[in-house]
């Protein structure tokens, strides 16, 4: 397969390697320094596109893409007030796409484990609960885009939650989200639910990024050829 990156930072650098352990070519590296790759004529020579930059160029780069014919791996956080346009265009122009806040399998999994726990809590009002997520301190966005998918997810389930906020809480209608900032940290992510009796915590900790980039090499090649919009749950058909 044919991968352009677009982005190549610590996460760009940690796909190449694996999609070139795994056989696959890596033709354009696609980064500040170069980007006049970023048209159609070099987008177009890629099977997929994989896309990890910023929050304030991933939206217009993923409409390159669509431009170019070439479908999208996107995994920079910090944008997704523009989703619903990016999702609107794709299905208008008949193109690929795949966004996740997080492509660790292991994270996709602990998600499924955290509706879970928020279906069960549902009943038992008498837990609060919080999260706490923890990154280097490179990171641009707060909180991470994990987390907010993991708030969403517990939004969905807990009546008694109304919204997120990314700071210590005490109004009981208010998910508390504490954003924590040290290095290494590749990401941690605890969601803990507190009564007077007891606690339970729930918690995900990457050791490296290797599970963020082998998440986004399996998703581009399982993107391959497809049109639509798709997340993890499809590739890992959870
Ligand atoms: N979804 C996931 O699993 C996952 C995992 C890790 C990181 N991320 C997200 O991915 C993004 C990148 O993370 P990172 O750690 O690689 O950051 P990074 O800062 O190391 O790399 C980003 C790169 O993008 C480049 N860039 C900036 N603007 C660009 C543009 N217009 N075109 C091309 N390249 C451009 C920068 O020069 C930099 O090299 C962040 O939003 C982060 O939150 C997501
Ligand atoms: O290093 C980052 O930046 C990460 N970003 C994603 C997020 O915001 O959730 C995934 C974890 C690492």
Known sequence: MKIALIGYGKMGKAIEAIATAKGHTV???????NKHL?????????DVAIEFTTPETAYSNILKCFE????????????LEKLPDVKARCLE??????????????VNIFFE???RLAELMSTQPQYDVKMEEIHHTQKKDAPSGT???LAEHILDKLDRKAGWVNQESSQPQ?????SKREDPAPGTHSITYTSAIDDITITHTAHSREGFAAGAVIAAEWLN????IFTMKDVLSL
């Open 147 to 149: 987390a907010i998918t």
């Open 27 to 33: 033709i354009h590296r696609i980064d500040l320094n």
């Open 68 to 79: 170019a014919n070439v479908p999208v791996v996107c995994g920079t956080t910090g944008w």
């Open 174 to 178: 208010e998910l508390s989200i504490i």
């Open 93 to 106: 122009k008949h193109q690929g796409f795949l966004y996740a806040s997080n492509f660790s399998i292991g």
């Open 38 to 46: 970023l048209d159609k004529e070099h987008l177009q020579q890629a």
């Open 113 to 115: 484990i955290n509706k």
């Open 225 to 228: 050829g497809k049109k639509g």
